[in-house]
C-alpha cells in the first residue's frame, strides 16, 4: 500500500495538472456570457425581454443596499466596456470582472503553451491583491455607498 501512495505521488508531481487552468477559462467565459446575455435597462436587468431577478431582500426590509447591491449591473457594463459606469454601481463587482477576465486570460494562456504554471505570479502579489480588494474596494465601495454616493439607494 505505501509503494502504491509513493508511485501516485511521484506520478501526480511528473504530471502537469490541467483542470486548474481549464476552470480558470470555463468561469471566464460563463460569466462573460452571462454578462452579454442579460440586457441592462435602467435600474432592471432583463433576459429574454423578461425582467431577471427579484429586489434585493436587504434593500426591501432595511432600506439600505446591501453590499453585493448592483454586482449583476456593475458586470453588465464591464461586459459591454463601460467600465466608469460599471465602477459606480459596484467598485467591487468591476474590479472582480477584471480580475475574473484576468484569470480566464491566463488559464487560456496556459492551455495554449501547455504550460500549466505559465504566468504563475509570486503569491505575495496574490495575498496583496486580495486584501486590497476585499478590504480597500469592497468594504470601502459599500461604506462609500451607505455613505450616499453612487446611484444606487
Known amino acids: 500500500m505505501i509503494l502504491l501512495v509513493r508511485r501516485f505521488d511521484r506520478w501526480t508531481r511528473t504530471r502537469p495538472t490541467w483542470w486548474w487552468p481549464s476552470t480558470l477559462v470555463l468561469i471566464g467565459a460563463a460569466v462573460w456570457t452571462a454578462s452579454l446575455v442579460l440586457q441592462p435597462v435602467g435600474e432592471v436587468t432583463f433576459f429574454a425581454g423578461e425582467r431577471f431577478g427579484e429586489d434585493c431582500l436587504f434593500l426591501v426590509q432595511t432600506g439600505r443596499p446591501c453590499p453585493n447591491c448592483g454586482m449583476t449591473r456593475s458586470f453588465l ?10 465602477f459606480r454601481y459596484s467598485p467591487a463587482g468591476a474590479t472582480l470582472f477584471v480580475w ?8 487560456l494562456v ?22 486590497f480588494w476585499v478590504i480597500g474596494v469592497y468594504f470601502v465601495g459599500y461604506g462609500l455607498r451607505l455613505a450616499g454616493f453612487g446611484p444606487l439607494p
Open 77 to 86: 457594463w464591464s461586459a459591454r466596456g463601460d467600465l466608469v459606469r460599471a
Open 100 to 107: 475574473i477576465t484576468a484569470g480566464a486570460a491566463v488559464g
Open 110 to 131: 496556459r492551455l495554449v503553451r501547455r504550460a500549466p504554471r505559465a504566468l504563475s505570479p509570486p503569491w505575495q502579489l496574490l495575498v496583496g491583491w486580495t486584501l
